[in-house]
């Protein structure tokens, strides 16, 4: 199944505007990992930015699944892109 990278930006004031969606995050964020979907997923250092990578069939699904996230919803995530990567090593 073909990978995919999320690069995405978070809002202001990150931290306390995220606490009401917070577990619903991590719920559906774990969901997809169980899944097999998600390999991984996180936030840089400075709370500016979301990096993650997904298997899914194409990049529409991927679309589904962040726009389906709790932090998406509720503007926690501000904005993202999503590539195809073809994994190296």
């Known amino acids: 199944m073909p990978k995919y990278v999320l690069w995405g930006s978070y809002c202001d004031n990150v931290v306390e505007k995220r606490a009401p969606?917070?577990?619903?995050?991590?719920?559906n964020l774990q969901k997809?990992?169980?899944?097999?979907?998600?390999?991984?997923?996180?936030?840089?250092?400075?709370?500016?930015?979301?990096?993650?990578?997904?298997?899914?069939?194409?990049t529409e699904t991927v679309k589904a699944w962040v726009e389906?996230?709790?932090?998406?919803?509720?503007?926690?995530?501000?904005?993202y892109e999503i590539h195809e990567w073809i994994q190296a090593l």
């Open 21 to 27: 969606y917070r577990q619903a995050h991590l719920d």
């Open 32 to 58: 997809l990992k169980e899944a097999g979907y998600l390999v991984t997923i996180g936030p840089t250092q400075d709370l500016r930015k979301v990096f993650g990578i997904y298997e899914a069939k194409d």
């Open 68 to 79: 389906a996230d709790p932090y998406w919803q509720n503007g926690i995530w501000t904005e």
